[in-house]
């Protein structure tokens, strides 16, 4: 299984995985361009994809999901309260009987198994999701003011975790953002810190798991080399099972690329 971070942070989200047997996207906050080019870099297919998984209905993570909708015809899952925030409006006018919701509780597209759980964010009905394909996992867990019991055991011992470092609270508390939007961030229904994301690691990392991801990086309020050295230097502190893992962090503009193999 390939898993390809195409964009994560303040400014459009979207994530590919691909199997032989097909292949799934989770958000889609870019263009339809460049999603196609990405896709087509990898030497994958567009009509490979046969599901869209959507977390929230905030802009980074939707707005390029009308024109991908109207071209391709693909389904699409979420909550039923994030699909009815997903109006005309945000996207377009698009056939709603793509729409499928998720609320009874896992389901299989393909060889996929999708797993997901609650986060805490300022949406209608946020979710992460944790995606199996024979023996391996992907985990993710973005746009969560906090990590809940529910969201540690269900990304556990994830081959690959796609986790959200979002801001260092010094450039936070010092940047160039008005009060109310600083504690909007660093609420319980904002974002991960460098530090919680760091300390809800030891947690979550299991002895399968091989690849941890920063993501969700906020361009204003923390820098790529600073997540990963919060990240890192905790993770030192840890058994050595925890620091044998490789540590990357995904950027806006850059996509990043990691193969699994059962």
């Known amino acids: 299984m390939d898993f390809l971070s195409l964009a994560s942070g303040s400014k459009g989200n979207c994530y590919y995985l691909a199997a032989e047997s097909g292949a799934l ?3 889609c906050g870019i ?15 567009m ?20 024109p991908l909708l109207r071209r391709y015809a693909i389904p ?3 909550t039923a309260a994030t699909l009815d925030a997903l109006t005309e409006k945000l996207i ?12 009874d509780g896992p389901l299989s597209l ?5 797993h997901w759980s609650r986060t805490s964010h300022d949406a209608a009905d946020p979710v992460s999701y944790q995606i199996r394909y024979e023996d391996m996992k992907v985990g993710m867990l973005t746009d969560a003011g906090v990590a809940s019991d529910d969201n540690r055991e269900a990304l556990y011992d994830s081959n690959v975790l796609l986790v959200e470092a979002n801001h260092d609270l010094e450039m ?21 810190s460098n530090d919680s994301c760091a300390q ?6 299991g002895p399968h798991t091989e690849h941890v991801v920063l993501g969700h990086l906020s361009e204003k309020n923390n820098l790529p080399a600073c997540a990963y050295q919060t990240v890192y230097d905790h993770l030192q502190e840890q058994p050595p099972a925890v620091r044998r893992l490789r540590l990357w962090v995904a950027g806006q503009k850059l996509p990043l690329a990691l193969s699994l193999h059962a």
């Open 110 to 114: 393909g060889d996929f198994d999708i």
């Open 47 to 66: 009509d490979a994809i046969g599901g869209i998984l959507i977390t929230h209905e905030h802009r980074d993570h939707i707005s390029g999901l009308g």
């Open 200 to 205: 809800m690691l030891t947690d979550v990392i």
């Open 172 to 192: 936070l508390r010092n940047g160039p953002y008005p009060a109310l939007l600083k504690r909007r961030i660093a609420s319980d229904h904002g974002h991960l």
């Open 76 to 78: 699409c899952y979420a």
């Open 25 to 27: 996207l989770v958000d």
């Open 92 to 103: 377009g006018r698009v056939d709603r009987n793509l729409f499928h919701a998720i609320d």
């Open 31 to 45: 263009s339809l361009k460049r999603l196609e080019a990405a896709v087509a870099a990898q030497a994958g297919s």
